[in-house]
Structure formats: C-alpha cells, structure tokens
C-alpha cells in the first residue's frame, strides 16, 4: 500500500512541476523516488519519511545554484542602458526656462532638457546624462558643434 502512495506522489509532485513556470516540486519527485525505493526494500514508514525528507532536502541544496542562475535570467537591455552616455544632436532648441528641447539619439527623437540649465541650439551635439522617464537630461558636446538638422 504505501508503494501506491510513493507513487502517486512522484506523479502528482512531477504534475505540479510540469504546469508551473518555474522548478518548485522537482526536489520532491526526487525524494518520492528514493522513498519508493527504501519501501520496495521494506524499510520502516518513518525510515521511508525519513529518506524522502533527507534526499528532497539535498536536493534542493545541491540544486540552488542552478535555480538562482535561472530564476535571475538574463538581464533585458533598456532605453537608458542605450542612451545613458551617447551622444545626440538637439533638434529643437533645448531651453528649461520655457520647458522645451528635443535630441535625436539612437534612432528616436526625446524629450530633453538641459542638465546644468544652458540653453543648448537647433544642431548642438550633445552628450545624455541621465533620464528621467521618457525625458533626456543633456549636455554640450564638443563634437561636431552647431551642425544643422
């Protein structure tokens, strides 16, 4: 009777890991299994509890590691981590007294305004700060100065 009950617990833990995105009950599989064995050899119930909680346990020790590492993923690249220190040329005169500016930088036009308050003309290359949400915070650049857009 208990064989039937390792059993169903290697299937029902190896369901629930098989419909879940993530690896949540395989370190049980693995303890059912190894108590499965030990109740094919006779041993004792609390022997057979005893093997399932010890090999589950190592088993999620042992495979940690590899959790993190997948868990973690690989990091997805932003619009800041593009923009921060690019250059880019204004295309519309970027002066905060009237909250107005734009630059071209990889691609797309930004919002911008200008990090030390200079009033930066139509053409200005420049360098991004930083950014904050869909606003660029920029700063005169010595390449190419004043070239028309």
Do not use: C, H
């Not at 932003?78 to 204004?90: E, F, H, M, P």
Request: net charge positive.
């Amino acid at each position: 009777m208990v064989f039937w009950f390792w059993l169903g617990a290697i299937v029902f833990f190896g369901v629930v890991e098989g419909v879940t995105a993530g690896l949540v009950s395989i370190w049980f599989v693995l303890g059912a299994a190894a108590a499965l064995i030990a109740a094919l050899l006779n041993a004792a119930l609390a022997v057979q509890f005893a093997v399932f909680l010890i090999v589950s346990a190592l088993a999620l020790v042992a495979t940690r590691p590899l959790v993190k590492k997948l868990r973690a993923g690989k990091p997805v690249p932003t619009n800041l981590d593009r923009v921060i220190g690019a250059s880019g040329r204004v295309t519309e005169t970027v002066d905060n007294s009237i909250a107005s500016g734009a630059v071209y930088v990889d691609g797309k036009t930004w919002t911008a305004r200008s990090a030390d308050g200079s009033i930066l003309p139509k053409g200005q290359m420049v360098r991004i700060i930083k950014m904050e949400g869909v606003k660029l915070f920029v700063e005169k650049s010595n390449e190419r100065e004043n070239v028309q857009v």
